[in-house]
Nanobody
Framework: EVHLVESGGGVVQPGGSLRLSCAASGFTFNAYDMSWVRQAPGKGPEWVSTINYGGGGTYYADFTKGRFTISRDNAKNTLFLQMDNLQPEDTALYYC????????????????????WGQGTQVTVSS
């Protein structure tokens, strides 16, 4: 059974940083591209970033503007999202999600769908 468990969220002041983690189990982690997707209150899901199965390809939504870095440790079945210079508009529930196997997607728009999601970790940016 696939499990994705996020951690690392919290409350941070504008300009601060957080590092999110996602522990994966129940599947061959190093065979799948993985994403971070966020959902702000009252809004729909918004793609943040995707990393390919080997970690050599990374893709970001424009709003990350070089502030976010996605990475993975395939030896530890873990996905990361380093977020710097956080702003109030980054407040959202952040989800780790798996891209369907060998599914093609746009590098600028991200995958259109994901087949498994974690429960999310809350990020709140407030002074």
């Amino acid at each position: 059974e696939v499990h994705l468990v996020e951690s690392g969220g919290g409350v941070v002041q504008p300009g601060g940083s957080l590092r999110l983690s996602c522990a994966a189990s129940g599947f061959t982690f190093n065979a799948y591209d993985m994403s971070w997707v966020r959902q702000a209150p009252g809004k729909g899901p918004e793609w943040v970033s995707t990393i390919n199965y080997g970690g050599g390809g990374t893709y970001y939504a424009d709003f990350t503007k070089g502030r976010f870095t996605i990475s993975r440790d395939n030896a530890k079945n873990t996905l990361f999202l380093q977020m710097d210079n956080l702003q109030p508009e980054d407040t959202a529930l952040y989800y780790c999600a798996r891209v369907p196997y060998l599914r093609a997607y746009s590098a600028s728009e991200g995958p259109r769908e994901h087949d498994y999601w974690g429960q999310g970790t809350q990020v709140t940016v407030s002074s």
